[in-house]
């Protein structure tokens, strides 16, 4: 089973700037639907942002659009979000997820998960 591995995570100021990649750790067989589900301190996982196999459609929450960016690079079959003017909001273990049936907002839909990476907005 094919799993991924998320960098990038650390700690930003309020208005700053990260960027997240994810790499499969394992052999992977062509390109499927990518995503970002993050999990803040004390609630559910939720829904960041996804883009399509050949990376021409992407999909974002209501509470990133405009300021995070999703991309792939199907030539290293790894994925990036960048993330900009960042909010104490948006704190959080940020996940790589990939494969899904659809294009999903539910955790369940998605087969593969990275570990996981912290992301922290201060003041």
């Known amino acids: 089973q094919v799993q991924f591995v998320e960098s990038g995570g650390g700690s930003v100021q309020v208005g700053g700037a990260l960027r997240l990649s994810c790499a499969p750790s394992?052999?992977?067989?062509?390109?499927?639907?990518m995503g970002w589900f993050r999990q803040p301190p004390g609630k559910e996982r939720e829904f960041v942002a996804a883009?399509?196999?050949?990376?021409?459609?992407?999909y974002y929450s209501r509470t990133v659009k405009g300021r995070f960016t999703i991309s792939r690079d199907n030539a290293k079959n790894t994925m990036s979000l960048h993330m900009s003017n960042l909010k104490p909001e948006d704190t959080a273990v940020y996940y790589c997820?990939?494969?899904?049936?659809?294009?999903?907002?539910?955790?369940?839909?998605?087969?593969?998960w990275g570990q996981g990476t912290q992301v922290t907005v201060s003041s």
């Open positions: 997820v990939a494969d899904p049936d659809r294009i999903s907002y539910d955790p369940a839909d998605w087969g593969y």
């Open positions: 394992g052999r992977t067989s062509g390109h499927h639907p």
């Open positions: 883009i399509n196999s050949n990376g021409f459609n992407t």
